[in-house]
């Protein structure tokens, strides 16, 4: 068993990044249907590399009035009203989230969450709106700040798609299972500690000298 390193607060200026995939019944995140969200949680071994944590995922039943586009069903897969899905309240979803991710801050010595996704504004935008549509106050992410692996793999495999940039950085990817939150973001945090670990062993990381 690896242990953890207790400074990954030093190595994203206090932030601790959480990786978040929701899927959706659209774009408009004040409109359409949150679907489903799932969160992977990361860790730092005694070496400074890091790794993907814990996983939570929830199916989220759509809020009332919420628009659910065909065309996005058909993408997705998703039933929004199958009784299998067991679906459960948007507020009950991100409070059980949203504890284990403070929880994790004040384990790892970290001031805030930031969160990482693939095309990262897209989930941000619908949980800041989640969030605010059910008056949850306790928000652990940044309400703005995001780390995008869209970008990052650009930047590391020139691609941005994530089922190819997975193919390039040798992380197994089915296309059967993609479009699942749970699954998109357990790939989205193997690609992300790729990419971080990878600039590590590069050199880029611990800098000589760190100016704040």
């Known amino acids: 068993m690896i242990e953890q390193h207790p400074l990954i607060s030093t190595r994203f200026r206090g932030f601790l990044p959480v990786i978040i995939d929701v899927e959706t019944g659209g774009f408009n995140a004040k409109t359409d249907a949150l679907l489903e969200v799932a969160a992977v949680l990361i860790k730092m071994n005694e070496q400074g590399y890091l790794q993907p944590g814990k996983e939570i995922s929830f199916q989220v039943a759509p809020f009332l009035g919420a628009n659910i586009e065909l065309s ?121 500690c790729c990419i971080v670990n990878q600039w590590k062993q590069l050199g880029g990381w611990p800098l000589s000298s760190v100016n704040d």
Request: aromatic share 10%; hydrophobic share 45%.
């Open 72 to 192: 996005a069903l058909e993408f997705t897969g998703i039933e929004p009203f199958a009784p299998e899905r067991k679906a459960v309240a948007e507020a009950d979803c991100l409070k059980e989230i949203f504890k284990a991710i403070r929880q994790e801050l004040k384990y790892q010595e970290c001031t805030r969450a930031v969160l990482v996704g693939h095309n990262a504004t897209f989930d941000l935008s619908f949980i800041n709106e989640a969030t605010a549509r059910n008056g949850i106050k306790r928000n652990p992410f940044h309400p703005f700040s995001c780390f995008d692996t869209a970008t990052l793999a650009g930047l590391a495999f020139g691609h941005t798609v994530l089922a190819r940039a997975c193919q390039l950085a040798g992380i197994e990817f089915s296309n059967q299972s993609a479009h699942s939150a749970a699954y998109d973001a357990r790939k989205t945090a193997e690609l992300f």
